[in-house]
Structures are given as structure tokens and as C-alpha cells.
């Protein structure tokens, strides 16, 4: 398990290049000239080419993209063009309330869809279970920016109850959490209950029920936990799509989290925060596969890395 751990981050290193030579190369395709907003609407034609040469944007691409390599190695991004601030800490006070809001999220959907899945899975063929699958299609089928703006309207506009928008409290974390996870409590419902269903009809399921072994069981013991390995893949698929996808949430809220530095750093054409935050999402999704394939093993003590 150790060398597989070992082997896996170490092809993390080519995948990385290839993902900052792609993202630097279209970053820089992007309309617009951040030499001239970085200067300012009003400035003169020598301020702007100034500003272009302090910024290095009037080297060759190539002799960019090395000395943004060689920062990078160093844990250098350089500065935001917009604050003139370091990257690093633009993305520092950014990342923890994404990534609250993630682990919040994650956690009731997955839970939720879950129990809805294998309920279902259990009374297949009945109302519960098309009671169960309505509920999930629904889920799957609300626009998030429109349920956002529901929330909203219901609970801050309309009922007072909760606060429209920011980060602080717990209050803040209810109506961003359950637009984000939503769609990933449905997705949970229909994929547990189409794995759950498909494990138990596996022959050790019926021979464990013909030997007299208790429903309940058969159900959560054998039955869930065969089940549990696809389910692992899609929690971290999951996963990893709220942590570099909850853009619109963050942006409905008032989010003060990584999806709305995204969004500002393209209306800007902040070029080292825009580099560094999709270097950031690639590699968060690299390093989730990785945990989830170590997850496998635990899961199901059969499964063994070379």
C-alpha cells in the first residue's frame, strides 16, 4: 500500500506540468488586457506599457511560463494584479469557508443519499421507493442559482429567519449548504440504490439469506458494504466537484470563499490568481482519486495495490 501511495504522488508530478502549461496558455487567451486594468481605465499609453513591462507581460510567453514554473516550485505564485497582494495569501483567506461549506455540504448529502438510496433499494418496486426516486430526480433537476435565490427569498426576504448572504456563523451555513448539496444528496439517492440493488443479487447475498441470517443484516452488513466501493468513487467525484464548483453558490451568497476569488480574478484578468486557483482545483482532484482508491482497501480488506 505504502510504494502504491508513494508511486501515485509521484505521477502527480508530470500531470501537474502538463495541467500549468495547458492553464497558462489559455489564461492568456482571455479578452482583454490586464496591463491596462491594472493601470487603470484612464491611463496613458506609456503608463499602461509601464505596467506591462513591471507585470513581465512583455517578455516571450515562453520566458513567462519558465519563471512561473520556477516560482511555483518555490511556492511562489507572485501577486494578485487587482490587490498587490501575494497569491498565496489571497487563496489562504479564501480557502477555508470553501472549504467548510464543502465538508458541511458533503456531509448531510452523502448521509441523506444514502439512506434514501438504500431505503428505496430495499422497498424497490413500491411507493416508498418511486417516493424516494421523485425526491432524487428533483433534486437533480432544480437550477442551483434559482434555488439559491428561493432560499432567499422564503427564508431572509420573506420570513426573516436567515441571513441572505456572508460568513460567520452557523446561521450562514444552512441555506449555501443545502443549495450545494442537494444535487449531490440525488446523485447519492440514485447511484446507491442501483449499486445496493445490484449487490444483493450476488450469490453470497442469498446464501447468507438462506442460512438464517437476520434482514437487517444482510442488509447493512453484506449487502452495504459491497455497495459502499462504487458509492466511495462517487463520493469523491462528488466531493471534488463542490470543492472547484460551487462558483455560483459562492457568487448567490456572497460567499467569501475560493469560487468567488475565481470569479473576480476572470473579471479582472488576474492572471497569477487564476493560474494558481486551477492549479489548486486539478490538484484537489488528483489527490481526492488517490484517497478514494486507498478508501477501497479499508472498505474491502480483498483489495490489495501493488
Known amino acids: ?42 491611463a496613458d499609453a506609456e503608463t499602461v506599457e509601464a505596467m506591462r513591462s513591471q507585470l513581465g507581460l512583455d517578455r516571450p510567453i515562453w520566458a513567462q511560463y519558465v519563471t512561473f514554473v520556477e516560482n511555483a516550485v518555490h511556492g511562489d505564485f507572485g501577486e494578485s494584479l487587482k490587490t498587490r497582494k501575494p497569491v498565496s495569501s489571497e487563496i489562504g483567506e479564501r480557502f477555508m469557508p470553501t472549504v467548510w461549506l464543502t465538508v458541511f455540504s458533503m456531509i448531510w448529502s452523502t448521509i441523506l ?38 432560499l432567499i427569498n422564503l427564508f431572509s426576504v420573506r420570513l426573516g429567519l436567515l441571513p441572505t448572504g456572508g460568513y460567520g456563523t452557523a446561521l450562514h451555513f444552512i441555506m449555501p449548504s443545502f443549495t450545494l ?53 462517487m463520493v469523491g467525484l462528488q466531493f471534488g466537484f463542490l470543492l472547484g464548483g460551487s462558483i455560483v453558490v459562492e457568487t448567490v451568497f456572497s460567499w467569501p470563499g475560493l469560487g468567488r476569488l475565481l470569479i473576480d480574478s476572470v473579471s479582472y484578468r488576474d492572471y497569477p490568481v487564476l493560474q494558481a486557483l486551477i492549479l489548486l482545483f486539478s490538484l484537489e482532484f488528483i489527490l481526492i482519486n488517490l484517497l478514494v482508491d486507498v478508501l477501497y482497501a479499508f472498505v474491502n480488506p480483498e483489495i490489495r495495490y501493488s
Do not use: C
Not at 12 to 30: A, D, E, K, T
Not at 31 to 38: C, I, S, Y
Not at 126 to 148: C, E, H, K, N
Open 1 to 42: 500500500m505504502f510504494a502504491f501511495i508513494i508511486k501515485r504522488l509521484l505521477s502527480i508530478i508530470p500531470v501537474i506540468f502538463v495541467i500549468s502549461l495547458i492553464v497558462f496558455g489559455f489564461v492568456r487567451l482571455l479578452p482583454g488586457d490586464p496591463a491596462r486594468l491594472a493601470a487603470g481605465v484612464d
Open 113 to 150: 443519499g444514502l439512506l434514501i438510496g438504500v431505503f428505496s433499494a430495499v422497498k424497490r418496486g413500491r411507493w416508498q421507493d418511486y417516493t424516494g426516486m421523485v425526491v432524487a430526480v428533483s433534486g437533480i433537476s432544480f437550477p442551483v442559482f434559482w434555488l439559491g435565490l428561493l
Open 181 to 233: 448539496g442537494v444535487g449531490v444528496a440525488a446523485v447519492m439517492a440514485r447511484f446507491s440504490r442501483s449499486a445496493f440493488i445490484e449487490i444483493s443479487r450476488e450469490d453470497y447475498i442469498r446464501t447468507a439469506r438462506a442460512k438464517g441470517v437476520p434482514e437487517r443484516l444482510v442488509t447493512w452488513k453484506h449487502t452495504l458494504r459491497n455497495a459502499l466501493i462504487p458509492v466511495i468513487t
